[in-house]
């Protein structure tokens, strides 16, 4: 499988994006292709229904790599109670023409324990592009953030980390089994 994660932060060194890097690890040593397309790196225009906004290199590689994707993971940080505006303005650039029918992981990273506020507001986006949200999530928060801060440099430095890391790998997992049957399903049409 191709699996795309879209990064939704605008912060240098945010653990929202280390999450995400993280999965791309995880996914790989399943045996799949994944990429990671960072917001924060390849950042896009303000979205306008006015223009056409098709020459910008970001958009144009961010259009390819969503349409090629068989499963897509989107990652947030929570930002008063919501997604954050930089993935939200990468959502509305994209259409159900990237999402209809894929299954779609949501991730967040908030200050607070959990970030359920983002990832029912990132599900709820996902269904309007009809894509098909995966029955779990995953949400780092408080100081679980501190295995994907920039200054982590291993097990002794957080002694939560290894539970956090067992969890993003469970999830992962469900999620491509999830990701296989419907992509199956998907190439059997
Ligand atoms: C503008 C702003 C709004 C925030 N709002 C919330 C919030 O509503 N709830 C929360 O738990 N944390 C909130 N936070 C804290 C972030 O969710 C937290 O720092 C998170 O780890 C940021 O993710 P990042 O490391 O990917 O940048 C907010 C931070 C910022 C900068």
């Known amino acids: 499988m191709n699996?795309?994660?879209?990064?939704?932060s605008n912060r240098k060194n945010a653990t929202s994006t280390r999450l995400g890097e993280y999965a791309v690890e995880i996914i790989k040593s399943h045996g799949h292709?994944?990429?990671?397309?960072?917001?924060?790196e390849k950042p896009l225009p303000f979205y306008s229904p006015d223009e056409k906004q098709g020459t910008d290199e970001n958009l144009a590689n961010l259009n390819s790599v969503m349409?090629?994707?068989?499963?897509i993971i989107l990652s947030t940080p929570e930002y008063h109670g919501s997604i954050s505006?930089?993935?939200k303005n990468a959502l509305d650039h994209l259409s159900q023409a990237h999402f209809s029918g894929k299954p779609v992981l949501s991730i967040s990273s908030a200050g607070g324990?959990?970030?359920v506020s983002s990832l029912t507001q990132l599900q709820t986006m996902v269904r309007n592009l009809h894509g098909i949200n995966a029955p779990e999530?995953?949400?780092i928060g408080g100081a679980q953030r501190r295995r994907f801060e920039a200054t982590f440099d291993g097990y002794?430095?957080?002694e939560g980390s290894?539970?956090?890391?067992?969890?993003?790998?469970?999830?992962l997992g469900s999620f491509l089994n999830l990701a296989q049957t419907l992509t199956a399903a998907r190439n059997a049409l």
Not at 3 to 8: E, F, K, Q
Not at 33 to 40: G, I
Not at 67 to 71: H, P, T
Request: charged share 20%; net charge negative; hydrophobic share 50%.
């Open 3 to 8: 699996i795309v994660i879209l990064t939704g």
């Open 33 to 40: 292709q994944v990429s990671l397309f960072n917001l924060y």
């Open 67 to 71: 349409l090629a994707a068989d499963a």
């Open 85 to 87: 505006g930089v993935l």
């Open 113 to 115: 324990a959990v970030g």
């Open 137 to 139: 999530w995953i949400s």
């Open 156 to 158: 002794e430095e957080y």
């Open 162 to 171: 290894q539970d956090v890391e067992e969890r993003v790998q469970r999830v």
